[in-house]
């Protein structure tokens, strides 16, 4: 049975940094891309970064270049999502998933606030 579970939201200040991450189970870990999305009140879910299995190749939406990094423990079969810089606009809860299209499994989300 495929498991995602996210952990490492919370409360930040703008300008101030979270690391989530997202740790899988119940798959073969190496076959597949992972994502990051999230979704705001009133907003659709939106991918925010992934990054393949095979060569590690990364993907971040516009919004996010140069303040998110996202890396993965293949030990660990975990993957982090390191969000430096916050926003306001950057509220929202955050989902990991099985792929980059929306299309797999999802983990339960974790709430990111951030706000002064």
């Known amino acids: 049975q495929v498991q995602l579970v996210e952990s490492g939201g919370g409360w930040v200040q703008p300008g101030g940094s979270l690391r989530l991450s997202c740790a899988a189970s119940g798959f073969t870990w190496d076959y597949y891309t992972i994502g990051w999305f999230r979704q705001a009140p009133g907003k659709e879910r939106e991918a925010v970064s992934c990054i393949s299995s095979s060569d590690g190749s990364t993907y971040y939406a516009d919004s996010v270049k140069g303040r998110f990094i996202i890396s993965r423990d293949n030990a660990k079969n975990t993957v982090y999502l390191q969000m430096n810089s916050l926003k306001p606009e950057d509220t929202a809860v955050y989902y990991c998933?099985?792929?980059?299209?929306?299309?797999?499994?999802w983990g339960q989300g974790t709430q990111v606030t951030v706000s002064s």
């Open positions: 998933a099985t792929d980059c299209e929306g299309l797999g499994s």
